[in-house]
């Protein structure tokens, strides 16, 4: 049977695991009474985020009282509430700069600043869920332990993993593309070569990144959950790196004329882009502050006697 990276304790059995393709993203686990429970892999990941001791409450802990738990909304000593502010900020950068590229009269010099910011800070916030994917947590129950933090990782088999790494290197390129429009003097094809190929790259990771997301989500590479606020976020994202992708194909110059194919689409389907993964940074608030709450796995249900 295949299995995920998680490791389990002495007399726990792997009943199932689910998942996209070659990924396990979801696992049935028999504990030694008897009893099943079920491991999902964001739950588990966005559930030990925060470094918290009750974020490592073995499975069966009662969840802490209301009085204990920290404000949803401010959370500056975990790592996934920064994690989500850096999103949030970024994706404003890029929204307010699409917005005043297309309607305000501001300078150009200043548009670009914001965006190249927006990039740096994309490229923070990326580092961190990369960091996070990299030193999860590896146990349940009595394996459950803190290891020692660890910069970086390979561990492609991970569909976690890779749409980190991945969104990861997207950011660098956007940092790469935005950096190259600050500069002056740069003819049509040096535009398209330093500014717009970055650019291309950036989206083409986001939109494979956010689908590798969005596909540990469902446990499958495509699903419907209207009620689940996981799969609301990694759809946002989803959304949110369409729009780049457009907006990146309409921001290509045209060598006859120097001009941009649509400059309207390009501004808007950055905006839009922006907004979507500003709301989804957001919603990463509530959604940390809901896995740490929770227990680490799920009974399953119905419960098997053993023997």
Known sequence: MRGGYLEIPKGWERVSADGPGPFVTSEVL????????RWRSRAHRKGHAGGHPSSHASPGTKPASRADREPTWWRPRRRNWWMSVLFALGSLC???????????SVSRPGIGVTFFVGSLLFTSAAYLQYSETVNVERGVGSRARHARWRPASWEPRRIDWLAAAVQLIGTIFFNLSTFAAMKHGLDTRQVNTRVWGPDALGSICFLLSSELAYAEVCHRWICLKLRSLSWRIVMLNLLGSLAFGA?????????????????????????????????????????????????????????????
């Open 94 to 104: 890029f929204t307010v700069a699409a917005l005043a590229a297309q309607w305000a």
């Open 247 to 307: 907006a990146a194909i309409a921001s290509l110059l045209e060598p006859a004329s120097g001009e941009p194919l649509s400059a309207r689409l390009a501004n808007g389907g950055t905006a839009v882009g922006g907004l979507c993964f500003l709301v989804a940074a957001l919603a990463l608030m509530a959604e940390a502050a809901s896995e740490e709450h929770a227990a680490p796995v799920e009974l399953s249900a119905p419960l098997t006697p053993s023997g």
């Open 30 to 37: 028999r504990r030694p009474d008897g009893t099943e429970v």
